[in-house]
């Protein structure tokens, strides 16, 4: 099956642009913005040129500029516009360059992909990259997904690049001079977890700050941790849940893992989307819910 999409409906230009469907359509009629293929239906069909030039828009928007005005340039002269803008602007290079990124995945393009990323480490360090840039990109993809806009290779393919991109730092900072740590912290998915970049960056960030980190990864069983409990002077367990751990809570699986470890007093730290509406009350007192990985930084200082 080709994953390559090459043509998209105005719905599909919506979810990308963040400009409503009916707003492009008047702009089509009054300003001739966009020129989409029809099909025999009479139903508009849009090109990735359509959709880079609607985002080179929207861009331009997002910088005062008005629709009468950019309408009145060719596509060239509106990626000219933009290109100048984010010269001069660092907010504007967020901006284009999550653009960019969306244009690569759409494309499997990664020559795209890297050329943005060198731009982008130009100006900024490979965590500002993460969170300024990385992390707005994989919420937005996550809402094109949801909506039917993508599909999971476009995710897959995004995804894998970010990960090259962490491990590329990572192994930077381990090959780097650097006075270590003797505070060992273990990383790990439970089992059904797969989605695992979360859990890279917090691996990053470990050996960012200094200290030794075992990275285990993802669908591990909680059992199999035993080995690592009792003969590693008071390792840090880490989790990073996305999906649900178990078929209650989190707080039955804070409980199982302690049964499962055979201690109450190992600590474990839990970040990701699925804990954000845990209570820290309801957990066991070694058990730590971390909201964001900015709080997690916080205790590696």
């Given amino acids: 099956m080709n994953t390559v999409k090459t043509s998209f409906s105005i719905k599909d230009l919506e979810s990308f642009g963040g400009i409503k469907a009916h707003t492009i359509r008047m702009w089509e009629r009054r300003y001739n913005l966009l020129e989409p293929d029809r099909t025999e239906t009479n139903i508009r069909t849009y090109s990735i040129g359509d959709l880079q030039k609607l985002l080179n828009v929207t861009f331009l928007l997002d910088h005062n500029y008005k629709i009468s005005k950019i309408a009145k340039h060719s596509s060239k002269e509106i990626a000219t516009l933009v290109s100048d803008i984010v010269e001069e602007d660092d907010m504007g290079t967020n901006h284009h360059a999550v653009n960019s990124f969306k244009i690569a995945m759409m494309n499997f393009d990664q020559k795209l992909f890297n050329r943005t990323y060198v731009t982008l480490k130009q100006s900024l360090s490979f965590r500002e990259i993460f969170f300024k840039i990385f992390i707005p990109l994989l919420e937005n993809i996550g809402l094109l997904w949801q909506s039917g806009v993508i599909n999971p290779a476009h995710e897959h393919f995004i995804s894998n690049l970010i990960k090259q991109k962490i491990l ?23 089992e059904n977890e797969i989605h695992d ?31 690592l409990a009792s003969t590693q002077q008071q390792p840090y367990f880490v989790s990073y849940l996305t999906v649900n751990p178990c078929e209650t809570s989190v707080a039955d699986f804070a409980k199982r893992f302690n049964k499962d470890i055979g201690r109450n007093n190992m600590p474990l730290y839990l970040l990701g989307r699925i804990i954000q509406t845990a209570k820290q009350s309801e957990m066991p007192e070694n058990v730590k819910l971390i909201k964001s990985i900015d709080a997690f930084n916080t205790l590696l200082n």
């Fill in 168 to 190: 590329i730092n990572k192994e930077l900072l381990e090959n780097a001079d650097r006075d270590g740590c003797e505070k060992m912290f273990i990383l790990f998915l439970p």
């Fill in 197 to 227: 970049l979360g859990l890279m960056f917090l691996n990053y960030e470990i050996v960012a700050h200094g200290f030794k980190c075992v990275y285990l990864g993802q669908n591990i069983h909680i059992e199999d941790l035993k080995y």
